[in-house]
């Protein structure tokens, strides 16, 4: 029909009238604006990660060490130990799922643990480098598998007695400090601990590229 | 702003346009009549916006498909008042668009020139029951997996083409992963965007005639004129909010229900959206019809029936031709339109209380199928699981499930999690009286079973009922019995 044919809008009609649609103009934008409001405010709200409004739920669950592993890294002198963890990872909704890595394990002499954190600029004098665990619980470092450069898996050579990044030639010493190559920093250390009997470690996964140690995730 | 406002205007016409669709006539005036038709509009665009937050956490398959609607319900902040706008918004539209036809049917508004507008509503209606009966399925809770099957064999009962129907809809031969996908595909995108465009067309032929006005043999042009904007607007939008409450409060004190997860092994008696009661209740009486007659019957009541009905609705405006409007003029579209209602009214009623008797029966008696798969399921509960099947699943059932309406479930429930001493109490006082548990009333005789059972009978049973079927609760021991006994 349109503006032009419509005949009700014509008259412009008595004041009270016009003060009547005017009233009712804006009673009915204010009830768009609510109805808006308490669809929007919930809709809205149900985008929030649930990690931003449950932190801790993402802090880590503790992996136990199988008894051989631990005897493995018991028996270490001088030479790192590579030890198999599984764990149970849950994915929002899906079915916890089996999931496993490898850390390196070291035993340090009683010389080499009173030096670390000599050696260890980059985790206790860089203020950015710091983690919030002891690095080094009764003289046992649990070090991630993952090279702080560009996160390939490092190896152990016992020729050199040095860790070694086969895929840009990172190196780093027994216990973690950067040797040569371009990693950024020294190996991140894990959260370990005797609980009940049993040694358990926690898997984090750090940024790699940069010499400050920021947490992607945990297991 | 009002340089804003003119740039704009220059470059769009949006200004321009939006007032040539807010000024508009209202023959005889602005009525509280005319609002069913917006309201159903509003909910569509609630169901929509609602509807698209869902899909940022439900995912659509067996695995995954109860699993994600939980997690909105028990993690996603707000999620379940989402869902529960989603499903309240469901039922306020299906309800707006039966009284706005009902309203268009009394009133005379779909005869010419409207016929196309008419049909098109009907389609419109058809495409909101689809979406319903495929938004019904995707909780993948047991009864929208027994429900869903029960729509799916009706549509198999259809001669000659039944078969391969109920094949298209499973996509497959039962009901599973891809039966899901299919009816994800249908109720978020292929519907959706039928009923959007539909709506349009509906709006936009609404336009294109103007409104039909009051069921008077007059003409329109003589009649008083209303203004669209704001009078009309107003009325639509109160008539909106006043629906719209309804739903938030409904989605606050009664929120979506969510059952446990499908699982085909377990006796249910599913029940339909109320919408759809009374095609079921028709189906239940063509099920009670005498032996011989009954494959007639079913087909009356799948294909014959239902199928009068639309075409009836489809081709009454080129059927009902005398022009007048008056509801006196036109009895045999009033009387047809009466009966309708009414045996629809009255198969609903029916269909809602034989449900509601057949499900406070079946689960005191599982299928021997549920209860031995029940059994399976449940971890080697060794003596105290000996106990319960011997005395307690008769009513509680086999996996602790409970009996609608008289036995309360075990099973998730925070009483039996809860304390160990009131849970003790109950076994050897026993309990009666009307108690709530998840939202469901139950008002069942619980036996005392002090002299019945030993202390080391209930408290293995004690045991085992709060640690089966997900739940996990302390153990109970011999002594703590003892006290509770003193």
């Known amino acids: 029909m349109g503006v032009h044919e419509a005949q009700a809008y014509q008259d412009p009609g008595t004041p009270e009238e016009q003060s009547r649609r005017a009233f009712m103009a804006n009673v009915t934008l204010a009830i768009g604006g609510v109805i808006g409001l308490v669809v929007a405010v919930p809709v809205l709200t149900s985008l929030v990660p649930d990690t931003l409004i449950r932190p801790d739920k993402g802090k880590g669950t503790w992996t136990p060490l199988s008894a051989d592993e631990f005897k493995k890294l018991e028996a270490s002198t001088d030479t790192p130990v590579r030890l198999n963890i599984s764990f149970k990872t849950t994915d929002a909704y899906l079915p916890p799922a089996e999931d496993s890595q490898f850390v390196w394990g070291v035993k340090l002499s009683p010389t080499q643990a009173q030096g670390f954190q000599k050696n260890r600029p980059d985790l206790y004098a860089d203020p950015a480098g710091k983690v919030d665990y002891p690095a080094v619980t009764m003289n046992f470092v649990i070090f991630s598998s993952v090279c702080p450069h560009l996160g390939c898996r490092y190896n152990w050579s016992a020729d050199a007695k040095r860790f070694i990044c086969p895929c840009h030639g990172s190196q780093f010493s027994l216990v973690g400090e950067h040797e040569a190559g371009p990693a950024p920093r020294g190996l991140d250390p894990l959260p370990f601990r005797e609980a009940n009997g049993t040694a358990e470690v926690t898997w984090i996964d750090y940024k790699t590229q940069q010499p400050a140690r920021v947490i992607i995730a945990y297991t | ?486």
Request: hydrophobic residues 50%; aromatic residues 12%.
């Open chain 2, 1 to 486: 702003m009002a340089s804003i406002i003119d740039w704009i205007e220059q470059r769009t016409g949006a200004v321009s346009a939006t007032t040539e669709f807010l000024t508009e006539d209202v023959p005889g005036g602005a009525s509280y009549w005319y609002v069913f038709g917006s309201a159903t509009i509003f909910c569509m665009i609630l169901q929509i916006v609602t509807g698209i937050f869902l899909t940022f956490y439900y995912a659509p398959s067996a695995a995954t498909a109860w699993e994600s609607t939980k997690y909105i319900y028990d993690v996603v902040p707000l999620g379940w008042f989402v869902i529960s706008l989603h499903y309240w918004g469901a039922t306020a539209m299906i309800a707006l668009m039966f009284l706005h036809l009902l309203q268009v049917l009394i009133w005379g508004a779909y005869k010419a020139p409207r016929e196309m507008m008419w049909i098109v509503g009907v389609i419109l209606l058809l495409v909101t029951l689809v979406l319903g009966l495929t938004g019904y399925l995707l909780p993948w809770d047991l009864n929208a997996a027994a429900a869903s099957e029960v729509a799916i064999s009706i549509s198999a009962s259809v001669p000659v083409i039944g078969p391969t129907i109920a094949q298209f809809l499973y996509d497959g031969t039962n009901l599973g992963t891809l039966t899901i996908n299919r009816f994800y595909g249908l109720h978020v995108w292929l519907m959706p965007a039928a009923l959007v465009l539909l709506a349009a067309a509906h709006l936009y032929i609404f336009r294109h005639n103007g409104s039909a006005g009051p069921p008077v043999d007059k003409d329109l042009k003589r009649l008083p004129q209303g203004r669209f904007w704001p009078n009309q607007m107003f009325m639509d939008a109160a008539a909106s909010f006043a629906v719209f409450v309804v739903i938030v409060l409904l989605s606050i004190f009664s929120p979506a229900p969510l059952d446990e997860k499908a699982d085909p092994t377990r006796a249910f008696i599913p029940f339909p959206a109320w919408y759809f009661l009374a095609l079921y209740g028709l189906l239940r009486v063509a099920g009670a019809s005498p032996g011989p007659v009954v494959p007639i019957a079913n087909l009356l009541a799948t294909v014959v029936i239902p199928g009068v009905l639309v075409t009836w609705l489809i081709v009454l405006p080129f059927l009902d031709r005398n022009p007048s409007r008056r509801l006196t003029k036109r009895p045999w579209a009033m009387g047809l339109t009466a009966i309708s209602v009414l045996g629809a009214v009255a198969l609903s009623v029916y269909s809602q209380s034989a449900i509601a008797q057949e499900q406070a029966q079946t689960p005191a008696a599982p299928a021997p199928a549920a209860s031995a798969a029940a059994g399976a399921a449940v971890p080697a509960g060794g003596k105290g699981a000996q106990v319960y099947g011997a005395n307690c699943s008769g009513c509680h059932g086999a996996s602790g499930q409970g009996t609608p309406g008289t036995f309360p479930p075990l099973a998730k429930n925070a009483f039996v999690t809860g304390d160990p001493k009131p849970v003790v109490h109950a076994i050897l006082y026993g309990l009666s009286g009307s108690i709530q548990v998840n939202g469901g009333t139950y008002n069942g005789q619980m036996p005392a079973w002090k002299g019945q059972l030993t202390n080391a009978d209930i408290a293995a049973v004690a045991t085992y009922v709060r640690s089966a079927w997900g739940n996990s609760a302390g153990a109970v021991t011999e002594a703590d019995v003892a006290k509770v006994a003193k």
